[in-house]
């Protein structure tokens, strides 16, 4: 048939598609910052990959509007989710009355941008957040919070040395407000957020572009200076001599969230203020997070977000303010294995592959049985092939052990184990076999 | 801004979503069938929930086809997966010279089909999937093996008294063909699929109306009443003394099967060969799956599936036998629920909520870090509030411990550890914390 051989069986651009080997470290990282997320009592939230596209258009704009895959069904005009935030906020608008409120999820899951595919750039990506939701009014120690987890799932994901850089928009707000260019906030904001990218000095051009004074320039650019510890850049900011109620309120918030954050064991290795930090999104309203590999800066943040007013104001009449944070993973283990930070790992799960060298596969399987019951993940080499074969099926999946099963062994109730590895060979009963090949670290196969 | 709060923030109908304590079973479920399929070597396997539309259409049909959400994106004619078989015979087709056969992969993921929404038929809805594909060839244990992780997964589970049933479409075929009838095939087999919904009268009606003589009427109405053990029920297909290679060759298929699967531990009460089960699909070729809860039955199967000759012909020229399973996780959850099957259960993953007696939270911050690290989910209550809010708050969430930290107790060194369920009140210090909280069983909460 070969016009049915004409069918384009590749995956779809943009979208990433990984081999068994790649799979499972996903899986491996998905799950690390899964358990992570958990052991800060965050539960799971699902909510479907569909809705409707009135609902995810409320919040989207420019860009991402864009991009939205959006179609019909019947009479229903649909749309992919773009974020996972937009439907967090239709789910606690919806269910309202059955949440209890502070209201802290995690979502692990896909969403859609139809970008231009280039590297790096996804059309289909899992994003990892957490959100703590309040209703009324949210503690700003759940800031500090927020940050720790950042810090305990990159931590417990093994990635190298890393900051957890922290601002306050309402220090920036105020700062600008202080010094007589609130109007331009947005602007100024957009252009801190660039500084690092394009140099301190089309910085400061740019800013002389919007039409500040040179003493503006001058005060922003010491601004975005203030280096020093986290009590430094405090008494920095304090010293600015700033008359602002709101510059005020960011600089005691930025206070207290450090200070929280250094109770809760995040290692000041680990965490800065950095103040030229702004994050784009309009809907920021106070602490605001960047996570920085510290020798890949070129990944840019793989982990922002921040605190904001109000979740859901388009949908409900509940002041809902929270604070949330975003991994884009797909992004993520796309940089890490382009930068060769993944280890190549097996390309199976599997810890031991049963060899049976008799046609009848009684013993084989029941040994099989006993090793799953046991927790161990097996396979039982099931087609007719001699030893070499199976042997080489372990190596190129990376099975660690191989137990081989022949009538010799039968007769002894000794079967040979042999570590795929290092080549080492041992006769073993089933009870022993269980105990070698049972609690073995990933680390150490 | 009325206008705006017009917008319908309500889940699209047929697609499920869950509240907190719902989800977190959801989740429990399936992890546990996760960790069940990974227990036989199976890997992970995620491919894009969008496909381009020939690629799926290539496969699908009939009803499928009108149910399938398809869309335009710039110049890609796209649409969402319908089920997880058709990607998976794409990836291995596209990846082919990378895997290595047999390649073993299961798959948790959603699928979308715009069906006119009823109590339990949903649009998105997870299946859970494991195949076994061999290349050229793939032996009959296998089939043994898929019934084991059937038997296995839904142990683990723990779901009530169930029956995996298995027969084999070559009895069924070489029956049809042994007596004549073979051309009408399709159309009995579907009766046959029928029987046990519409009854003996109306399946023997069905068949004579078909044209089939009184004869071979008799002949399969025997054949679907054949009963008894595994032994019984080959015993009985032989002494029909069918003359036809394909018949005796499914016999032989079924005998090797059943007496792998016994090799394997899975215990005869749970398994049976039933000569009425011959699912509909027609790429069936050998053995044949489902599943039933023994005091649900109107659940129909909740796991099915089956052997198929090849899994990928319309896109790659290669021999690629299988044999896999399906669970529908969100209608079994669905009908688990409405059964009451499924236990009600909290509504967070947190075990221990700090309760702050003292504005400072430096103490409080310490020991829920103390636990976190620990492995314990832990939540510290941060909003202003007098004890009882916050306790109120654990109960609500079904939180089973509190700590309730005060100034007397951080003078002490130990803290008042409270048994949310049993109201049991006792002083420990952070140690004896973690002890007594750590290890709990879920079923001891």
Do not use: W
């Not at 229903?76 to 789910?91: I, Q, S, W």
């Not at 320039?217 to 109620?245: K, P, T, W, Y």
């Amino acid at each position: 048939m070969p016009e049915t051989k004409q069918i384009t069986t590749r995956v779809l651009p943009g979208f990433m598609e990984l081999l068994p080997a790649g799979q499972i470290q996903f899986e491996r990282m998905r799950s690390t910052i899964q358990a992570s997320f958990e052991r800060f009592g965050f539960i799971p939230l699902v909510t479907p990959v569909i809705e409707r596209s009135e609902v995810l258009l409320s919040k989207a704009g420019g860009e991402t509007e864009k991009q939205i895959y959006r179609f019909t069904k019947g009479e229903n005009d649909l749309a992919l989710r773009f974020d996972l935030t937009v439907p967090v906020a239709r789910y606690v608008s919806e269910h309202f009355n059955q949440l209890t409120f502070p209201f802290r999820r995690y979502a692990i899951g896909t969403v859609y941008r139809g970008e231009r595919p280039q590297k790096g750039r996804f059309r289909e990506f899992y994003q990892c957040d957490i959100d703590i939701i309040g209703l009324g009014e949210l503690s700003l120690v759940n800031d500090a919070e927020i940050l720790s987890v950042i810090y305990t799932t990159f931590v417990n994901l093994a990635l190298p040395d890393f900051t957890v850089r922290i601002n306050n928009r309402k220090v920036l707000n105020g700062l600008f407000a202080g010094l007589g260019v609130g109007e331009l906030a947005v602007d100024i904001m957009r252009m801190i957020d660039k500084r690092e990218k394009i140099g301190d000095e089309a910085f400061l051009g740019s800013l002389a572009e919007l039409g500040l004074s040179a003493g503006v320039v001058a005060r922003l650019s010491d601004f975005v200076q203030i280096r020093g510890s986290n009590a430094e850049v405090i008494a920095g900011l304090q010293a600015m001599g700033i008359q602002n109620e709101l510059f005020e309120a960011g600089v005691r918030d930025l206070a207290e969230v450090t200070r929280a954050v250094e109770y809760l064991g995040v290692p000041l290795k680990n965490f800065a203020i950095d103040l030229s930090i702004a994050r784009g999104l309009d809907y920021y309203t106070g602490t605001v997070y960047e996570t920085i590999l510290n020798d890949h800066p070129e990944f840019g943040s793989i982990c922002s977000g921040g605190r904001y007013d109000n979740l859901a104001e388009q949908y409900i009449d509940q002041k809902l303010p929270g604070v949330g944070i975003s991994i884009g993973l797909t992004r993520l283990f796309d940089q890490l294995s382009d930068a060769g930070l993944i280890e190549p790992g097996p390309a199976t799960v599997t810890r031991v592959l049963v060899a049976p060298m008799i046609p009848d596969l009684k013993i084989p399987l029941e040994i099989a049985s006993c090793l799953r019951e046991a927790g161990v993940p097996t396979e039982v080499y099931l087609e007719a092939a001699r030893l070499k074969k199976m042997l080489n099926y372990a190596n190129k999946l990376g099975v660690p052990y191989a137990v081989i099963v022949g009538e010799d062994e039968i007769k002894e109730g000794q079967y040979s184990l042999k570590n795929m590895l290092t080549g080492e060979q041992a006769k073993v009963t089933v009870e022993q076999l269980i105990d070698r090949v049972k609690n073995i670290p990933d680390s150490d196969i």
